[in-house]
């Protein structure tokens, strides 16, 4: 399963031009202390090494990117695509669609401010979704913007050492009970009516960039995945203008991906010596999964891709005394660029093919007395062909 993810990320990344990097697993626990906040902090897998450095489990990944950025960032040409599947650990209660131990799918556009890079990454967002059979009837893309937030925010007098705290709330917003919220918000001199009404009846324009970004999406053709939506703020602080996350239509799962703009991360992960616009998201393999289980077109996709194939041509041994000959021809075929298999023991010819079968091979290779003749078996509609062995590489490359 994981493979097939993987698969589907990859081709989607590199079709956008991204290219793969890699962090280590193992990381300062400062690193993610330093502008972090939510929750993240209480969830990492932190401990002392022998040489008593304070270090954690990576629980996510846009802090070593900004870290290696930091470091490398003249050695590349601007802005940098990049990407990265590897696993993430946090440490909290394992349940549906969260695990302490995951894989994610990481895309990042950095030193890019524009509106175009939030719309090339939320495309590419869109384009994985796709890529695994999801259409608009199945998921929506919640997006939302950190620079209204803030301006309500000093609309209504909260000081600015007291917005993340207030962000929080908001992020929380529909998964607090009401009174809960309501009470919340009395420590800002807010009402849960008035947030409510805010975020429900947003004025017109109130977010230039979402406005050209959707610009963007519709030019694409992308824009009926997404919508704005107030109510996503996103935990962690690093944020600072335009997030969003993936939801399934039927509201059945978290969210399925998620990201955003954190132009000032570089900046505070270097002390200030580099500032780097930078936009991103991640993708987990836990809720993917679940959410492709839902739906039949994606579970569709998914189980075609996970049928075993593991070879293009099984060669099957029908006179033993020809082995020689066989693994004389193995060799040319892989050398070939074919994926080949062949019997590691004597066995009778119909058990060999009823072995190709299950390997998902398209063509069983009969090496027999006759050689260099070989019957070359197409299982899947039973015919066969009588070529002569130096044939079976370049009618096995044409044919594929």
Known sequence: MRAYLFGVW??????????????????????????SGGELPTQLFRFKDQGERDISLRPELTASLGRMVAACHLDYNKPLKWYEIGSCFRYEKPQKGRLREFVQFNADILGEGSEGADAELLALAIDCMRELGFTADDFVVRVSDREVWLRFAADHGIPEERTPDFLSVVDKYERDRPEVCSEKLAAFGLTREELVSFIQNPPAGISPRFDAVLADLQARGLADYVQLDLCVV??????????????????????VAGGGRYDRLVETLSDGSVKMAATGFAMGDAVIAHLIDSCPAARALRDAALQPNTCDVFLALAAPEMRPQMLRVA????????????PLAPAKLAKQLRHAERLGATYAAVIGAEFPAV?????????????????LAAALTRQS
């Open 10 to 35: 990859r081709t989607v990344a590199q079709r956008y031009g991204f290219v793969e990097w890699e962090a280590p697993t193992v990381e300062p626990t400062e690193l993610y202390l330093k502008k």
């Open 234 to 255: 996103r935990g962690l602080a690093y944020y600072t203008g335009l997030v969003f996350e993936i939801f399934d239509k039927a509201h059945s799962l978290r969210a």
């Open 375 to 391: 019957e070359l078996k197409h299982l899947a509609s039973r015919t066969s062909q009588q070529l002569q062995a130096g044939e």
């Open 331 to 342: 060799t040319s075929l892989r050398e070939a660029g074919l994926r080949v298999d062949l």
